[in-house]
């Protein structure tokens, strides 16, 4: 029997969709699939794709005839050829053209909201990934909604599971509450790239109320992006306690050290940060936003998004209130418990890929 060739494409490469890529790679290997990554270099030297087994092909988040013909040239060696995210998906569906030879699978990990021109083409480039796709996965129900909105033949809910974090000892969480300034005061920890839609406006101005409690808590932001120097600006002219850290390699071990964990965003599927805190039993203040409930249930405070008066109350309330934290703790991990494992994941995807390769007749020069 020939051995199953999966190709698994990423563009710009989320945390959660790498890390899942990453996972599903070395699941998918250990099962006897052969797996080639395509993604650009920076994502292996940070997921060690090669580590879990896979091949790697370096391809840049570009669509010019180059990077599409790199990405033409791999996948016409493939069974099953699998795109992860919007941009992977149109970049993918390019190379494979018309009569692509390999069915396409993508997973729909994400969306970014636009309005105007700018979400006329984004609605235009979704409607070509979809319906390109054998398949398309989504990580949460309203993804799944809008895939069939935009014209997908077969869309499927998938929750995907990216490996736990292991709690560090207490000694490290002492240490690193030491590195930021956060030993006798509350430590409030929110991570994600410095965006306009990752909400860090109106968590600086949440921040505003909170510099009249005993202690001031510390509000820790670890992430890089083109906001970088507008916050750091409001930071400075506000007093506000606020830190920005920057990308950071201990993210779990900061999150784990934290008091709460705080997700202001506009839009969410499946965070990473998310699941780590309610696997960690950090109590997690979250917009009620995308996949956000339905991940969490009620093992988190949700408020809405854009209101800073409410997040400012969450957090607060939390704070004041060390029962309300307590049960946090407690409901966060048995809601991840209810999440699928890795495993599961991973069994679920490699149905889906022996449902598209079982139903097609052998390829040439393929018994």
Request: charged share 25%; net charge positive; hydrophobic share 45%.
């Amino acid at each position: 029997m020939t051995q199953l060739h999966t190709v698994q494409v990423l563009g710009g490469g989320s945390a959660g969709s790498s890390a899942h890529v990453r996972s599903l790679a070395a699941g998918l290997v250990a099962r006897g699939v052969r797996v080639t990554v395509c993604a650009p270099a920076s994502l292996e030297h940070d997921y060690d794709f090669l580590g879990a087994g896979a091949h790697f092909v370096p391809v840049p988040r570009r669509s010019d005839p180059a990077a599409v013909a790199v990405l033409r040239a791999v996948c016409a060696a493939a069974d099953v050829v699998h795109a992860h995210g919007l941009d992977a998906a149109v970049r993918t569906g390019l190379a494979l053209g018309r009569q692509r030879r390999a069915p396409l699978v993508v997973t729909w990990h994400t969306r970014a909201p636009a309005g105007g021109a700018r979400g006329q083409v984004l609605r235009l480039l979704e409607r070509r990934a979809v319906r390109a796709a054998a398949v398309v996965l989504g990580t949460s129900s309203e993804l799944v909604d809008r895939a069939r909105d935009r014209g997908a033949r077969d869309a499927r809910l998938s929750p995907v599971s990216v490996p736990g974090p292991r709690r560090p000892v207490g000694s490290y969480e002492n240490k690193a509450r030491a590195e930021l300034g956060a030993v006798d005061r509350p430590l409030l920890m929110a991570v994600g790239r410095l965006e306009p839609d990752r909400g860090y406006a109106t968590l600086l101005d949440a921040a505003r109320d909170w510099r009249g409690l005993d202690p001031v808590p510390l509000v820790a932001i670890a992430g890089e992006g083109g906001e970088r120097e507008l916050l750091q600006r409001r930071i400075d002219a506000e007093g506000l306690p606020v830190r920005l850290i920057g990308r950071r390699d201990d993210v779990t071990d900061l999150l784990a050290a934290a008091d709460l964990a705080l997700l202001p965003s506009r839009w969410e599927a499946r965070s990473l940060l998310a699941q780590e805190a309610l696997r960690l039993g950090v109590p997690l203040v979250a917009t009620r936003v995308g996949g956000i409930p339905e991940l969490v249930g009620e093992a988190a405070e949700l408020v809405p998004y854009g209101d800073p008066a409410a997040l400012a109350r969450a957090v607060t309330g939390l704070l004041a209130d060390p029962d309300r934290r307590r049960r946090l703790a407690t409901a966060g991990p048995a809601q991840a418990a209810t999440w699928p494992t890795e495993d599961e994941t991973i069994a679920q995807v490699l149905s889906i890929y022996d449902e598209l390769t079982q139903s097609r007749p052998p390829r040439p020069g393929r018994p």
